[in-house]
């Protein structure tokens, strides 16, 4: 059974930094995508950063030149480094792996979320 485990969520100042992780525990075949989607209170849950197996990488526009994606294809985890951290980034952050699991078929796994909060 694959289980995506995040961490490094937490409570920083606005214009400080975090590093969130991800990790895909369980057999699998393989990794199309990982990232990072964020829902803040009342809205609905955005693309943040994901990293796709050939390596290219897409942002939404309101973390480019902040956000980092990267991932690590031999352990099966993702990370995100978040700098230059504003109020608005203030959201609860949810790891997605878009994967094929040993006997199974290819479908989109989520963490179980990890809070950010930015104060200002």
């Known amino acids: 059974q694959v289980q995506l485990v995040e961490s490094g969520g937490g409570l920083v100042q606005a214009g400080g930094s975090l590093r969130l992780s991800c990790a895909a525990s369980?057999?699998?075949?393989?990794?199309?995508?990982m990232g990072w989607f964020r829902q803040a209170p009342g809205k609905q849950r955005e693309l943040v950063a994901v990293?796709?197996?050939?390596?290219?990488?897409n942002y939404a526009d309101s973390v480019k030149g902040r956000f980092t994606v990267s991932r690590d294809n031999a352990k099966n985890t993702v990370s995100l480094q978040m700098n230059s951290l504003k109020p608005e980034d203030t959201a609860v952050y949810y790891c997605n792996a878009d994967l094929i699991p040993y006997g199974g078929l290819r479908r989109v796994y989520w963490g179980q979320g990890t809070q950010v909060t930015v104060s200002s």
């Open positions: 369980g057999t699998i075949v393989s990794i199309n995508a």
């Open positions: 990293m796709y197996s050939g390596g290219g990488a």
